[in-house]
């Protein structure tokens, strides 16, 4: 059990880089080996929750509406990049980018559940699985027989996620959601963006973070109730994630603030409520004078973290502004509103001249943090990342050579992989149906005559 | 601000507007069309939490994190289905309880036997945890450490990359005191790799590491410029996401591998992970993700944009509710709505996303929502049934009837810090579901029962630790 | 007169073409917008969108261009010199879905549409293959 020499040995730096190899992902065993899950998800939210199970190794099974598939896959930024094929039925058309990202490894079968097969089809799947994500309209999967009451039935050791925009009870119920209204209804537009004094206003996520987080969310609250089911309690469960109520979870803090005294946090934009300095400010200079692309014409921006005193007086003497180290000897005088402004404008004035990587230099020349704001091309091609396999060139067996995002997290002796990055519409029904369904070839294809698959 | 310039505000007790009743929220609904619903509330209603087992009994977590929320996000999901968490403190307490916004201490949570006080930003991330104390700096503190680690399932630093697998309390030694410990550290970038962190890096670092930042905002063009989230938005989804790693790793454990791995979370590796199609992206042809403010590179209708008194979101990524959207408007300003139906360029889904497709349909649509409130607006289109939903601020967030019913806010009412209003444990569920049950600790509160319990110290081990500045 | 003469963020010039102040930009604003279709310079004020003076007519030069134009026949304008130009990912940026088959990294990848003889099963027959056949590119 103990740790082998070599290892030991090692700086901690190269033993990291040993454990954590993402090179060697394939060689460890996967957590969820033999573990089942059904995901009749569409959008982000429910599909990333399957998708971040299957890159543990469970084998998910992805319901789709025959033919099209699901809506996420008709979305795609500014309607350029699409992967092709939509199916074999329409090899013409592709899967937009929407869709990437929240189906990694999991297996395409459609069904259509206004078809009584379908039903049993989906009786038989729950049967043999160990989770089910599900995100239709509450109640739905109950109407058609299929709901964690009937499904428990037929496997008692089930454990049924339910995921939806407001939940399934209470005065907003049949409220449609979207990640962008549950960050705005959920507060955190409220708190994002420049502040009023800049013209700001009240800014989202860019990404699509109540969903993929919340996806996050209730993939933990599956692995801990399997962790419970299997060492505790050998039951399954039911449990409801509301999009809405993340909101609510992420922005505790300031909802204690308002309990107790009133107050309602507004944006603070760049800079930090809790630190100063600790903001992000413009670098006059670009960094990529001769490029053409508009992303890299602009001008840069950059962190720059000197909350303690010590740090803070070392950023006075960077941008030889001694008196603002006299006049704002203490963090809580640095906190001020009002100081806030005037020393971050200081500090914009010094950087007028400078790259976003100059500014960055010299702080780490005075011992500051700074950390410049980077594009998505500075990402993906930041070795880092690609080192810690964060980032990762997949060679897709249906789509070619994609850059994808894997794990989220780092483990040493049974990581997270990304095997393929999605599949086709309808891509594994012969392969499911036969294998967990007990269909021969030729009923197969009479339930693709009648449209059930 | 001068205590004279301090605005005097008076406070209602929340909920300021009622809860609604079962009764008021399914009037005239149908038995038959009610019954799923009552059957949900039935199972999963918060007040009947204490009758149900916890998921995650059994299991001892120590959070050795400081001066970042990303470890105590972490161990809050561990603490919010029933783990053990014990916070390990240095002694003085986490810095991080000692930050208010803007500095105001006015606005902190006293504890009624220490008088000890404490930042909100802290105090809602100590739900259900215990707090010890222990100087690590010392190499009797790090004894002890050892010592506990042998008590534990999960351990979770954030310490300096490095730092302590110098101590000797890294992944190497302690998982040879305790094979079975799940140890994980969680930072910014990562603890190794050519970009990894400084010391004491903190959100948003990752925010701006990871793209975040960049893809924020309004664009350049419209007179925007990067955003950061308005809160530390990687801490807590990193935090997540070493959450996944963490518990994925005890299943293995329990489950047929037997002993415990070294796990590692980092803000922006989480929300790398979730930062949409930005790399498929860029892979395919080099594209780098610009910022669209308000609006979505990929999906039209679906934004948020002004009227009359905020901002409103309305969603219709698909045909049928984009006539209804049109139709709503139509009702009032019939022009708008054929300008726009009329229109061949618009007639296709695909075709309404290029950038100057979408400058048309929002400010014409935002031509009809300048007149409106958010109520207003969402009333009406409700009548068609699209979804959509005001820019709401704390405030109103906290009286949201929906939410209030839900339970989606809860006052615990803390036996140290008195009633507090916070954000509940999302984990709602039939069986297990999280709760809060006490919001916090003063620092070092559990010293006693802790030491003695899990190390068996006497009245004169605490004492002697404490006087040599260990505990 | 013509409903888009009335109105707060779109107007329809004398030239013919409607121009669309975007709500991003021209929310609150004040100062001079040019007419994609004529270039005619006006001057107006909005408050939190209600336009609250203007457009009259003003004198070069302009602060800022309209969000997006059309003529009256559904042509739309995106010369980058008449109306704010479009957010863009790469500078050869076209907003409609561009056929590619291999990556940024010259790799193949499946980015463009295929036909039924180019599948084996679901999967592309180039990427199951690894090479593109020249008949069929």
């Known amino acids: 059990m103990t740790i082998p020499k070599e290892l030991k040995e090692m700086t901690f730096e190269d033993f990291c880089r040993t454990v954590f190899n993402p090179k060697k992902r394939h060689e460890k065993p996967e957590v969820l080996k033999g573990k089942r899950g059904i995901s009749t998800t569409q959008y982000i939210l429910g599909p990333s929750c399957a998708a971040y199970l299957a890159e543990l190794g469970a084998e998910t099974i992805k319901v789709e509406l025959p033919r099209r598939g699901e809506p996420m896959r008709h979305t795609t930024p500014f309607n350029e990049p699409f992967l092709y094929p939509l199916s074999r039925w329409m090899p013409d058309k592709g899967t937009g980018l929407g869709f990437f990202g929240a189906n990694h490894n999991e297996y395409f079968i459609t069904l259509d559940f206004h078809k009584p097969e379908a039903i049993e089809i989906m009786k038989r799947l729950a049967a043999k699985s160990d989770f089910m994500a599900e995100n239709y309209r509450a109640g739905t999967f109950d109407r058609w027989g299929i709901g964690y009451r009937q499904l428990s039935e037929v496997n008692p050791r089930l454990i049924y996620q339910w995921m939806g925009g407001f939940g399934g009870w209470g005065p907003g119920r049949n409220r449609a959601s979207y990640d962008i209204l549950g960050q705005a209804q959920g507060g955190c537009f409220s708190v994002t963006g420049l502040q009023r004094e800049f013209g700001g206003l009240p800014s989202k996520h860019t990404i699509w973070i109540m969903d993929y987080w919340g996806g996050a969310m209730s993939a933990f609250q599956i692995l801990a109730n399997m962790w419970w089911r299997d060492n505790i309690s050998g039951l399954g469960n039911f449990m409801e994630y509301s999009q809405v109520h993340g909101a609510q979870r992420h922005l505790s803090d300031i909802i204690a603030l308002y309990g107790r005294y009133g107050l309602v946090a507004q944006r603070w934009g760049n800079w930090d409520v809790l630190l100063c300095v600790h903001g992000i400010v413009q ?44 006049k704002y000897p203490e963090h809580k005088d640095r906190l001020d509103p009002e100081a806030q402004f005037e020393i971050y404008a200081a500090i914009e004035e010094w950087a007028a001249d400078k790259t976003k990587e100059e500014v960055a230099a010299i702080c780490d020349q005075y011992g500051l943090i700074a950390q410049p704001v980077m594009n998505s091309k500075e990402v993906s091609t930041n070795p880092h990342w690609q080192e810690r396999g964060t980032l990762q060139w997949i060679d897709d067996p249906t789509f070619g050579d994609v850059f994808a995002q894997v794990g989220g997290y780092l483990m040493s002796d049974t990581p997270p992989r990304c095997n393929w990055v999605f599949k086709p519409v309808g891509a594994d029904n012969d392969y499911i149906l036969a294998k967990l369904c007990g269909f021969t070839g030729s009923e197969i294809a009479k339930l693709e005559a009648e449209e059930v698959i | 601000m001068s205590e004279k310039k301090k605005p005097k505000i008076k406070v209602l007790d929340w909920p300021a507007v009622p809860t609604p009743t079962p009764d008021e929220v399914y009037a005239g609904v149908s038995d038959e069309a009610k019954a799923y619903n009552l059957w949900l509330e039935s199972v999963l209603r918060q007040e009947f939490n204490a009758n149900k087992p916890e998921a995650l009994q059994g299991i001892r977590v120590l959070d050795v994190t400081q001066k970042a929320i990303i470890g105590h996000w972490c161990s809050s999901l561990f603490a919010e289905l029933g783990a053990e968490v014990i916070m390990v403190e240095p002694p003085g307490g986490d810095p991080l309880r000692k930050l208010t916004p803007f ?8 504890d009624k036997e220490t008088g000890e006080k404490v930042g909100a930003r802290f105090l809602a991330e100590c739900r259900n945890k215990l707090s010890i104390t222990l100087n690590l700096e010392t190499e009797e503190g790090r004894e002890i450490l050892r010592k506990l680690a042998k008590h534990a399932d999960v351990l979770i630093e954030n310490y300096p990359p490095g730092q302590f697998d110098e101590w000797g309390i890294g992944y190497r030694q302690l998982s040879e005191i305790n094979p079975r410990l799940v140890y994980c ?14 010391p004491w890096a903190l959100d948003p670092v990752a925010q701006n590491a990871c793209g975040f930042t960049h893809g924020t905002g309004a664009p350049k063009q419209m007179g925007g410029r990067p955003v950061r989230s308005g809160w530390w938005m990687c801490d807590q989804v990193g935090g997540t996401f070493a959450a996944i790693g963490i518990m994925a790793a005890l299943y293995a454990r329990d489950s047929f591998y037997g002993k415990g791995q070294f796990v590692e979370g980092t803000g922006a590796e989480g929300v790398i992970r979730i930062l949409d199609y930005n790399w498929a992206w860029y892979g395919m042809d080099g594209s780098i993700r610009p910022r669209y403010g308000n609006w979505d590179l990929a999906i039209n209708i679906y934004a948020v944009n002004p009227c009359a008194d905020g901002q409103i979101m309305v969603g219709g990524g698909h045909d049928r509710l984009w006539y209804r959207i049109w139709r709503t408007v139509g009702k009032e300003k019939p022009e708008l709505e054929d300008h726009i139906v009329e229109d061949p360029k618009l007639r296709v889904v695909t075709d309404r996303l290029p950038h100057h497709m979408q400058v048309k349909t929002y400010t014409c649509l935002v031509e009809w929502m300048r007149e409106h409130t958010r109520y207003e607006c969402e009333t009406a289109l409700q009548e068609e049934e699209v979804a959509s ?66 190390l068996g110290f006497t009245r004169y081990d605490l004492e002697k630790y404490k006087k040599l500045g260990v505990i | ?33 040019k007419c994609a279709g004529c270039d005619a310079i006006y001057y107006m004020e909005i408050e939190e969108g209600q336009r609250t003076k203007g457009p009259d007519k003003a004198d070069p030069p302009h602060d ?74």
């Open chain 1, 283 to 326: 670098c006059g200079k670009s960094s990529y004078p001769g490029s053409k692309n508009p992303q890299e014409q602009e001008e840069g921006y950059c962190l720059i973290s000197a909350y303690e005193d010590e740090d803070y007086a070392a950023l006075c003497n960077m941008i030889e502004r001694h008196d603002l180290a006299e």
């Open chain 2, 389 to 454: 939903g005001g820019v709401a601020f704390i405030d109103e967030v906290c009286e949201f009837p929906h939410y209030k019913y839900r339970g989606h806010l809860e006052v615990i009412d803390d036996t140290l810090y008195g009633k507090v209003l916070i954000g509940s444990s999302v984990f709602i569920g039939y069986r297990t579901p999280g709760r809060v049950k006490w919001i916090g600790r003063p620092t070092g509160y559990d010293n006693e029962d802790v030491y003695r319990r899990l």
């Open chain 2, 103 to 110: 500095g105001r201490e006015e606005y902190m949570f006293a």
């Open chain 2, 185 to 198: 550290w969680v930072g910014q970038k990562g603890q190794w790799g050519p970009d990894k962190d400084k």
């Open chain 3, 1 to 33: 007169m013509s409903y888009f003469k009335q109105t707060s963020l779109i107007y329809e010039c004398d030239c013919g073409v409607i121009n669309y102040f975007d709500p991003f930009t021209f929310w609150n604003f004040k100062g001079k917008v």
């Open chain 3, 64 to 137: 800022k261009l309209p969000g997006f134009a059309e003529t009256k026949d559904w042509k739309a304008i995106t010369d980058p010199d008449k109306v704010n130009p479009a957010p863009q990912a790469r500078p050869d940026f076209q907003g409609k879905p561009i056929p590619i088959v291999r990556n940024v990294r010259g790799k193949l990848v499946s980015g463009r549409p295929l036909t039924p003889e180019e599948l084996i099963g679901s999967r592309p027959r180039f990427i199951v293959e690894g090479k593109i056949r020249k008949n069929n590119d």
